[in-house]
């Protein structure tokens, strides 16, 4: 909603020429609405059967999420740039950046050859 | 819209009750059955004779279309009342999917059921609901749909083609050509859309015996090489008055809010192939040994497998939400006569649409690009059928409005609601700063819970 303020407080109505930002701004709610799906579809199952009977759910989520929230940083990062100047364009880097890479310290390498092997047995996509 | 629960795009200004989010966990026995039916279809009949359905020999297509009939993987979104079996939108979804490995029949099942038959499901009159959707629903009769011509692609309301109603004012005089017309060479129906004196855009049904109504010769695809792709010129081509659909100068409501329905069901047809994509190459990878061990064992292949499938999930994930909202919006209006709402429910979730389009696809085409990364110089080789998934694939990010132009569609839609008043997107943008500058907690736990709390 930032980004999307910013490009609509920049350009106004004459933002439908500016399809560079428009083309970033979608990849945000894109990246938004298949993390909140997995999000949340993985929190309803929990509600319903626990953490430890989801536990594939909840490793192909938390892969999925590291990916999506690297992009999102990358594509807010250049938004920004785009968009704003000078001291409000520091002010909010700094918080971009900081807001994402709160959830960036984790490292799921042994998390997705778990999730590899957990595939191999069933010999098909599951979850 | 007080009718409904969810909003077209509210996901982006608003959090979500998992409670009320549809997921493949909520399946009916309805939906395991018909999904089963579908899936053993695709495998038994389909998958066996790939190989001449690659090799164009198109009598193939009708045959399998009439047994998907005769199974009712055809009639899902048909009311009973017209022969179909009235199923819900998840349904459609999971045929969609169950069908989405089968490559160019595939293109030609879903072509035929979302975007050649939904027009006159949606917008016919009574009397073109009876003569047309009990043939469509049972696959004596397929369809097709005509929007794209030589200079309207993406601005697909410059159409050229018209419309002229004759001294008699029983016909329309249509004139005009479409191309890349899938399922052209075996199609009884085809939507067509024209220009009434020129100017009114409209939509029309017009039978394959219609006077003045030729084929192009058969186009050279990348892929999917089994669905027919041809073009379809009208010269003085005779249309009843009677199969004019909707009404004059409102082509476009039918035009684009049935590519709505198309661009899910697509999304859902490309989580199938992509599922089917990655069983096959893991299938490959623990067969395939170098350096003393099968290659599936190797680190770096479990990490491609593990993005493949984290992917999916996404993918399979944002498709169900959407079948949720969408039958939520359509579901009781399978009959409706009230062709307005009915655009405007179809509409609502313009953006989840787009959106089911563009990631599925670019989903599948990842995890066809993968697969035969995977699959080393076997991928390059035909007959392990890597190489038919990556040509087939490609169409997805083209067909049914380019992913560009979807892309676009989705902050624009967010604009216009704003422009209307309807978001007040300067307070948005102000909550949005202040989440990001601190009162965020930092918390423990899994990613998705702290996911939620930075929503709130």
């Known amino acids: ?127 | 819209m007080e009718r409904l629960k969810d909003k077209g795009a509210s996901f982006l200004f608003s959090s979500l009750n998992p409670e009320a989010l549809f997921t493949p966990e909520d399946f009916t026995e309805e939906h395991q059955m018909i999904g089963a039916t579908a899936r053993r279809f695709a495998e038994k009949e389909v998958t066996p004779v790939n190989e001449r359905i690659e090799n164009q020999e198109f009598e193939l297509i009708p045959e399998l279309m009439k047994k998907a009939g005769d199974l009712g993987l055809l009639a899902h979104s048909i009311p009973e009342k017209y022969g179909g079996l009235g199923l819900d939108k998840i349904s459609k979804g999971i045929v969609g999917e169950m069908i989405g490995p089968t490559g160019g029949y595939g293109v030609a099942h879903s072509n035929h059921t979302c975007i050649a038959t939904l027009p006159i499901t949606y917008f016919g009159t009574e009397e073109q609901k009876k003569k047309y959707l009990p043939k469509l629903a049972s696959g004596e009769w397929i369809g097709a749909y005509c929007l794209t011509e030589p200079n309207a692609g993406s601005d697909a309301l410059s159409a050229q083609t018209t419309a002229v109603l004759n001294e008699e004012g029983t016909h329309y005089c249509l004139n005009g050509t479409k191309i890349y017309i899938t399922n052209a060479v075996f199609s009884d129906t085809f939507i067509v859309y024209a220009k009434v004196d020129g100017e009114h855009f409209t939509a029309f049904i017009v039978e394959k015996d219609a006077p003045g109504l030729s084929l192009g010769p058969e186009e050279k695809k990348m892929g999917i090489k089994g669905s027919s792709t041809r073009s379809v010129v009208f010269e003085d081509c005779l249309v009843s008055k009677e199969n004019l659909l909707g009404e004059v100068g409102r082509g476009h409501v039918i035009a684009l809010n049935v590519l709505n329905l198309g661009r899910f069901n697509l999304g859902s047809a490309c989580v199938g192939a992509s599922k089917f994509g990655l069983k096959r190459t893991m299938k490959f990878v623990k067969e395939r040994r170098q350096f003393g061990k099968e290659i599936a064992r190797f680190p770096a292949t479990k990490q491609k497998i593990a993005w493949m499938a984290a992917r999916i999930y996404a993918a399979e994930s944002l498709q169900y939400r959407t079948a949720g909202l969408i039958e939520e919006a359509l579901g009781d209006l399978n009959d409706a006569n009230d062709h307005r709402l009915v655009g405007k429910q179809m509409g609502e979730f313009a953006v989840e649409c787009a959106i089911c389009k563009v990631f599925s696809s670019e989903v599948l085409d990842y995890t066809a690009d993968e697969a035969l990364q995977l699959h080393g110089g076997a991928g390059f080789i035909k007959e392990y059928g890597a190489e038919q998934m990556y040509r087939d694939s490609r169409i997805n990010r083209i067909f049914e409005g380019t992913n560009e132009i979807n892309r676009l569609l989705i902050p624009t839609y967010l604009f216009k609601k704003a422009m209307k008043g309807e978001v007040d997107l300067a307070s948005k943008t102000k909550e949005a700063i202040a989440r990001l500058n601190g009162s965020v907690p930092q918390t423990e736990g899994t990613f998705f819970l702290k996911k939620r709390q930075l929503k709130q």
């Open chain 1, 1 to 127: 909603m930032l980004q999307a303020g910013l490009i609509y407080e920049v350009y106004g109505p004459a933002l439908v020429h500016e399809q560079e930002a428009l083309m970033n701004l979608a990849d945000l709610a894109i990246g938004l609405y298949a993390a909140e799906s997995a999000v949340y579809r993985t929190y309803k199952a929990i509600l319903n059967n626990g953490e430890e009977r989801e536990s594939a759910k909840i490793a192909l989520t938390r892969t999925f999420l590291q990916k999506t929230l690297w992009e999102t940083e990358r594509i807010s990062r250049v938004l920004l740039v785009d968009l704003t100047e000078g001291e409000k364009r520091e002010k909010l880097m700094a918080s971009v950046i900081q807001a994402c890479s709160r959830y960036q310290s984790f490292s799921l390498v042994y998390e997705n050859r778990k999730i590899a092997d957990r595939l191999y047995d069933k010999e098909q996509y599951v979850c």
